[in-house]
């Protein structure tokens, strides 16, 4: 995106400290000047007046998704986007019972849902939340309007606005 959009400023954040070293080591290979990563959680990144936040295969792993979503809102422009990628789910056991959702249930008993429940507020949503429930999660942090923007095999996205 940075390199796609070269008069805009992009902020990388992550909880992980080598991640956001290598982030930051390819972008200064890449010649990219136009972005920064730093080490910042979901719920207390800086800034504000951001007109487009993502959050990618992150939200059903956090252990206080609905904070997360409170701060992204607070940190957006009045006119801003959350563009949320996350697992492939339906709102139903029956509607997921297909490959990928087996595979899915499979990291989210193994990794998703003890990563979440080792955190703050420990909500566990799983890699396997649903549209129905991560729209709840994006309401009750303040969104408004949320719509399922696109879909491939693999994932959801959805676009949440104030």
Do not use: W
Not at 151 to 157: A, D, K, S
């Amino acid at each position: 995106m940075a390199k796609a959009f070269p008069e805009s400023q992009f902020c990388g954040f992550d909880l992980h400290p080598a991640s956001i070293e290598a982030a930051n080591r390819h972008a200064k290979e890449q010649q990219i000047t136009n972005v920064h990563f730093s080490i910042a959680s979901a719920k207390d990144f800086p800034g504000t007046d951001y007109g487009f936040v993502t959050v990618f295969d992150a939200l059903h792993d956090m252990g206080d998704p609905v904070g997360a979503a409170s701060h992204v809102k607070q940190s957006l422009q009045a006119d801003g986007t959350f563009m949320v990628v996350e697992p492939i789910a339906g709102d139903s056991l029956v509607e997921n019972i297909n490959p990928v959702g087996r595979v899915y249930y499979g990291f989210s008993t193994m990794i998703c849902t003890p990563g979440s429940l080792s955190q703050e507020v420990g909500l566990a949503l799983g890699a396997q939340a649903g549209e129905r429930r991560l729209s709840e999660v994006l309401s009750s942090g303040g969104f408004t309007r949320i719509r399922r923007a696109a879909e491939t095999p693999f994932n959801m996205i959805l676009e949440a606005r104030p």
